[in-house]
C-alpha cells in the first residue's frame, strides 16, 4: 500500500504563499503521475494542478494558472504545490494523489493522502 503524507497546510492571510508538500516511502515514487487536487465542504473534489513522473510536464486548473507551481523531487520522494497569491476562495483540504502511468486532471488517481488545511483569511 502506498502512504501519501501532506504537510505544510495553515493559515496565510490573502496575498500571501504557502508550500505544501507530500511526501511518500514508496519505491516507486518516479512511476507516479502526481496531483493536487482540493475540496470544500459538501463540494466536489477539484483539480488544482498535475505533474508527470519525470517533472517534464506539469498541468494546472486555470484558478492556479499563474499563481501555483507544482514540482517533484524523484530523490527525495515529494511533491510540493507553490501557492502564490492566495485568495480566500483558495480556502479548502488540499490532497496530493498518485497515479500509475499518465497524468489525469480528474479524480481517477489509485492513492490519495489524508489532506492538509489551507485557510486563507481576508
Known amino acids: 500500500q502506498v502512504q501519501l503524507v501532506e504537510s505544510g497546510g495553515g493559515l496565510v492571510q490573502a496575498g500571501g504563499s504557502l508550500t505544501i508538500s507530500c511526501q511518500t516511502s514508496?519505491?516507486?515514487?518516479?512511476?507516479?503521475?502526481m496531483g493536487w487536487f482540493r475540496q470544500l465542504p459538501g463540494k466536489e473534489r477539484e483539480f488544482v494542478a498535475a505533474?508527470?513522473?519525470?517533472?517534464?510536464?506539469?498541468y494546472y486548473a486555470d484558478s492556479a494558472k499563474g499563481r501555483f507551481t507544482i514540482s517533484r523531487d524523484n530523490g527525495q520522494n515529494t511533491c510540493n504545490l507553490q501557492m502564490n497569491k492566495l485568495q480566500p476562495g483558495d480556502t479548502a483540504v488540499y490532497f496530493c494523489?498518485?497515479?500509475?502511468?499518465?497524468?489525469?486532471?480528474?479524480?481517477?488517481?489509485?492513492?490519495w493522502g489524508q489532506g492538509t488545511q489551507v485557510t486563507v483569511s481576508s
Open positions: 494523489a498518485a497515479r500509475w502511468n499518465n497524468v489525469s486532471m480528474t479524480p481517477d488517481y489509485d492513492y
Open positions: 514508496a519505491r516507486t515514487f518516479g512511476s507516479f503521475a
Open positions: 505533474i508527470n513522473w519525470s517533472g517534464s510536464d506539469t
